[in-house]
């Protein structure tokens, strides 16, 4: 049984929450307007509970969703992301793959490998060892000595060990 109210804007609420529409007049066609609405309403607590993700314990259907976590990106191994990095240098693939196990044991970071490889060139990871050793970072081949950067020095083919050394003579009076 529905209440009736005597002000037409508690009735119009009162409609609109129980999803209800005024008949149409006497006489009139129903219009989309005065139709009743449809309003898809749950047929189970079970189901109400699972729209909602409430666990109802035993009380639950048999018929649980499945919730599948969601999936992680695949991890791409060390030694893959080096021999990319080497292909992308230019290096053919059966040296890049030579070449992926000397950086990987000279250094043991495949993101600061592929730093190196872009600042000092794809064979010279005996290059990169020792100045990681001597505490430079990939900055310090930018490092003028004498008017040539520490980085065109290396690849001008200036023996490492020397340009270790300027750069730690160069260190050492700044």
Do not use: K
Request: proline content about 10%; overall charge positive.
């Amino acid at each position: 049984m529905n209440p009736s109210f005597n002000a037409p804007e508690l009735a119009a609420i009162y409609r609109n929450l129980v999803g209800g529409v005024l008949p149409p007049a006497e006489g009139e066609r129903p219009t989309p307007a005065n139709m009743p609405r449809r309003i898809q309403r749950s047929r189970t607590a079970a189901d109400i509970a699972r729209a909602e993700g409430l666990d109802l314990g035993p009380l639950a259907s048999a018929r649980r969703p499945v919730r599948r976590r969601p999936t992680l990106p695949a991890r791409i191994p060390a030694r893959q992301v080096v021999v990319d990095r080497l292909l992308e240098a230019g290096c053919p693939r059966p040296r890049a793959q030579a070449l992926a196990t000397d950086w990987l044991r000279a250094l043991s970071s495949p993101y600061v490998i592929c730093c190196w490889i872009a600042a000092v060139g794809p064979g010279q990871f005996s290059t990169a060892a020792e100045l990681i050793r001597q505490g430079f970072g990939t900055d310090d081949l930018d490092t003028p000595l004498d008017g040539v950067s520490a980085r065109r020095r290396l690849s001008d083919g200036e023996a490492p060990g020397q340009v270790v050394g300027r750069l730690l003579t160069h260190r050492s009076s700044h």
